[in-house]
């Protein structure tokens, strides 16, 4: 809880277990700006408390690269 306090971001690497997903919950709460990378296997309703989904590391890193991936 101290380590996701502390952060700017969440970043969850897909596929995740139940954990990683109580953990993205967490940090959605805490008011985290929320990303996740890597193939979904289904649709789930917590995926809405991600700003954004990349479907690999390659579209991500891309993303960060922007001047998008500094607003967050």
Same mark, same amino acid.
């Given at each position: 809880?101290?380590?996701?306090? =502390?952060?700017r971001?969440?970043?969850?690497?897909?596929? @995740?277990?139940?954990? *990683?997903?109580?953990? @993205?919950?967490? =940090? $959605?709460?805490?008011?985290?700006?929320?990303? *996740?990378?890597?193939?979904?296997a289904?649709?789930?309703t917590?995926?809405?408390? $991600?700003?954004?989904m $990349?479907?690999?590391? +390659? +579209?991500? *890193?891309?993303?960060?690269?922007?001047?998008?991936?500094? @607003?967050?």
């Amino acid at each position: 809880m101290a380590a996701q306090r =502390a952060a700017r971001r969440f970043v969850m690497v897909m596929p @995740a277990g139940n954990a *990683a997903h109580i953990e @993205a919950r967490v =940090a $959605f709460g805490l008011g985290k700006p929320c990303y *996740a990378v890597g193939p979904v296997a289904k649709t789930e309703t917590l995926y809405r408390f $991600f700003d954004r989904m $990349f479907t690999s590391s +390659d +579209d991500s *890193a891309s993303w960060l690269a922007s001047p998008l991936g500094d @607003a967050r």
